[in-house]
């Protein structure tokens, strides 16, 4: 599989205009990566022009803080999945309850969202720079008890994206519960990305996806 599959082609500026959204829709088709990742307002029109083809469509949800109530959560991916037809959701943990120890309350709000966006797959963003070794180890346990099929390192709004450490910490981890690791922010070039999947991400996530995928041609 080429890095190019491995690639989410991703524009979550909220300063992003519809000629944004249909220009990361165009390259993703001509360079065939795996998905794009846009913000919610924008995930029908993402899905109306990449329909018929093989590219991804993915949204967010309790983004970029994951402080939105659990409600709320839910009921954004059930739109994105219903009415937008979205592929996959990234979701926000709840960093606040994870971070004041309420780790069943982190594991019912994301199994809110699993059971809303279900069948579709959900990637748990759990904001890597914010957390202890020991935490995103914490962190990677909860993501599978919500019942997510990813543990996603960052959003990329905040102090730091991902790295190779965090994501051979988390592959470590993930693999003990049947997860895959998606490695976001900071990522800009192929060799960004090659040290990212060697460490074992399944997936990146980037807003520079079609030079990437350039890069390796």
Known sequence: MTVAERLEHTLLKPEAQVGDIMRLCAEA???KLAAVCVN????GLARHLLNGSDVRVVTVVGFPLGADRTA???LAARTAVEEDHVDEIDMVMNLAAFKSGNYDGVVEDIAAVV???APYPVKVIIETCLLTDEEKRIACGLVARGGAAYVNTSTGFNSG???EHDVRLLAEEAAKYGLKVKAAGGIRNLADAQNMLSAGADRIGTSAGAAIAAEEA
Request: hydrophobic share 45%; charged share 5%; aromatic share 12%.
């Open 115 to 117: 059971q809303a966006a």
């Open 29 to 31: 088709l001509q360079y």
């Open 72 to 74: 709320v959560k839910a």
């Open 161 to 163: 994206g991902a790295t």
């Open 40 to 43: 919610p307002c924008y995930a």
